[in-house]
């Protein structure tokens, strides 16, 4: 999950919660593997705003370099 950006990730996370597709068609539409739009699926709210809080910090910093 490394390599997806904030916006990706929570389209994704939009189209789980959405149920109108499957994990399988989320995860073609967005290039990714069927474990990672899992990974997402599984993340509480709490989890998931981490994260996406971690991936801002770690791309501020990199930017910072």
């Known amino acids: 999950m490394a390599d997806i950006d904030v916006r990706t990730l929570r389209n994704i996370r939009k189209a789980v919660l959405s149920g109108k ?16 739009v899992a990974r997402i699926a599984r993340m509480s709210d709490k ?8 991936k801002k910090e770690k791309k501020r910093k990199k930017k910072k370099c």
Do not use: M, P, W
């Open 21 to 36: 597709k499957t994990r399988k068609e989320i995860a073609e539409k967005y290039g990714v593997s069927l474990s990672t």
């Open 47 to 54: 989890e998931f705003e981490e994260y996406i809080q971690k």
